[in-house]
């Protein structure tokens, strides 16, 4: 089975972390066995899942799914111990003062390492990634494109080797729709709606990608707009919230109606009020293509 990679990102604050879970969820479900990445040295769902500990190695949370939590320089490290093979060595390698210094400044180095394993099954370069489906809760929308370009400036920056070979690879198969799959999350409200157009064009005019747009926390009404005016000819706190929610709607209908034409898929979530964070990772995951 051909690995497919997913890229989940968006706007802080819109739910893209619980839309990745969905969705590794959604492929695991179907029989592949899927590693959802986190990005970054915190865990977000270390405390979402109650789990005990999160960290660079996948660790099994449902059937057919793992999670890791991934930095750079993790990647960076792993990748290195993978070709040097003596321990020793490579401890010797990282634990130089002019290589803490060298990783810690050299532009893209962090994010070169963060794609360089994310591709690595396609490309069948570096440690091995047993995984049918990766899905990455990747950085929010500025960090996002900074982390794609990546490879294209590092591959400009040193054009012969295999580090100018490697980065050419990378840049390769994240622009593959074959391989790589990007959604973009964003919220029904004006400014969310804006970032999330911003990046999808970015996407198809710098990398030639197409991004699914996912609107996420739509309010579904349980009464029609008919029933929602006659309440708010009422004198009472029910009229009150059955204008604001007619308004609310209204809004949202707006939004709904400009996401139809920022991506040929547009999927809808509604907004849903689940006390347990897997009872709405299962709810959001049914709704998702």
């Known amino acids: 089975m051909k690995q497919e990679i997913h890229f989940v990102t968006g706007k802080g604050g819109v739910g893209k972390s619980v839309l990745a879970a969905a969705l590794a969820l959604k492929k695991s479900q ?14 977000f769902f270390k405390d979402f899942f109650n ?6 190695q996948p660790v099994s949370i449902r059937p057919n799914l793992s999670l890791a939590l991934w930095t750079g320089e993790a990647c960076l490290q792993e990748y290195a111990r993978h070709f040097i093979k003596v321990e020793s060595l490579a401890k010797l390698f990282f634990e130089n003062a002019v290589m803490k210094a060298f990783i810690n400044v050299a532009p893209a ?3 070169l390492a963060i794609l360089g394993k994310v591709t690595s099954g396609p490309r069948k370069h570096g440690p091995a990634l047993p995984f049918d489906c990766i899905v990455v809760d990747a950085f929010a929308t500025g960090h996002f494109i900074a982390l794609l370009e990546a490879p294209k400036g590092m591959a400009e920056a040193v054009q012969f080797g295999p580090m100018g070979e490697q980065s050419r690879s990378i840049d390769a198969h994240i622009r593959n729709p074959e391989i790589c ?3 973009v999350v964003t919220l029904p409200e004006e400014l969310p709606l804006k970032e999330a157009s911003e990046l999808i064009a970015r996407l198809k005019n710098e990398f030639g990608v197409t991004a699914e747009l996912i609107m996420n926390k739509m309010i579904e009404a349980p009464v029609s707009e008919q029933t929602l005016q006659e309440v708010q000819s009422e ?4 009229s009150k919230f059955a204008e604001y929610l007619d308004g609310h709607i209204r809004r949202q209908n707006q939004m709904w109606a400009q996401a ?4 040929p898929e547009v999927t809808r979530v509604p ?7 897997w009872a709405l990772v299962e709810k959001t995951a049914e709704v998702l293509k």
């Open 30 to 43: 179907e029989g592949k066995k899927t590693l959802l990445v986190e990005l970054g040295d915190q865990s």
């Open 181 to 183: 799959k990007y959604h």
């Open 51 to 56: 789990l005990p500990q999160v960290g660079f």
């Open 271 to 277: 907004l849903y009020f689940e006390s347990s964070a």
């Open 260 to 263: 139809q034409g920022l991506s």
């Open 235 to 238: 004198n009472s706190d029910l």
């Open 109 to 111: 180095l962090p994010e």
